[in-house]
């Protein structure tokens, strides 16, 4: 069974530097979304592609945060400078259809630890 | 977005029958329940979808009444493995955002 592919699965880093987490969705999926997930809350979209196209980033912070998605497949989310309230759970998800965006496929996720 | 209510948590035993009620009042006309199960450290893994009247597969059971402001997740038979955090969530199936709550944190014991 296809997979949502992300690495890495563990980073730690100290307040103030750079990180990327990488996620490569299942073949075939246009649509993408990055996820950040607290421990005990739900899951926070942060930013949804459309192909290469972001079609909604109004969650992401902007002034740290970035998202690329080059040619339309895998996808890169880094943070700069990174903060202690960054540490959480993030996410990467891929749906296959437009019609169908309830229904999406995750990945194992990246655990940040800042400290 | 409609705005969805479950139990913050339930405990049940191996085999039972366990039954999450959602609460989603503000629901349109447009809009589909899905439910996710969440395991420790893993993402979220959609269940089941539905719109109106029951739906089942091979995990869970769906039942939807006919005014739609509610829905209950069944999970028949459950073992330790079903240990897991359900999420309930509505939208529009082309909606360009679904909001996942706190979910319901489900505790099976022996």
């Known amino acids: 069974e296809a997979e949502v592919a992300q690495s890495p699965r563990y980073k730690i880093t100290e307040k103030s530097q750079a990180v990327a987490f990488w996620c490569d969705p299942i073949?075939?999926?246009?649509?993408l979304y990055w996820y950040r997930q607290i421990l005990g809350q739900g899951p926070e979209l942060l930013v949804q592609?459309?192909?290469?196209?972001?079609?909604?980033d109004s969650q992401l912070p902007k002034d740290r945060f970035s998202a690329e998605r080059l040619k339309g497949v895998d996808s890169t989310l880094k943070i700069q400078p990174a903060e202690l309230g960054d540490s959480a759970m993030y996410l990467c998800?891929?749906?296959?259809?437009?019609?169908?965006?309830?229904?999406?496929?995750f990945g194992a996720g990246t655990r940040l630890s800042v400290l | 977005l409609a705005k969805t209510t479950q139990p913050i948590s339930m405990d049940s035993y191996e085999g039972q029958e366990v039954n999450i009620t959602c609460s989603h009042n503000?629901?349109?006309?447009?809009?589909?329940i899905t439910w996710y199960q969440q395991f420790p450290s893993q993402g979220p893994r959609f269940i089941i979808q539905g719109y109106k009247t029951k739906v089942t597969n091979e995990v869970a059971s769906l039942f939807i009444p006919a005014d739609r402001k509610s829905s209950t997740l069944s999970l028949p038979r459950v073992s330790l493995s079903d240990t897991a955090v359900y999420y309930c969530?509505?939208?529009?199936?082309?909606?360009?955002?679904?909001?996942f709550g706190s979910g319901t944190r489900l505790s099976i014991r022996p």
């Open positions: 073949s075939g999926h246009a649509t």
């Open positions: 592609f459309q192909d290469e196209s972001v079609v909604d």
């Open positions: 503000n629901i349109a006309t447009n809009d589909y």
């Open positions: 998800a891929s749906s296959p259809r437009t019609s169908e965006l309830t229904i999406q496929y």
């Open positions: 969530l509505v939208g529009d199936s082309s909606a360009s955002k679904i909001i």
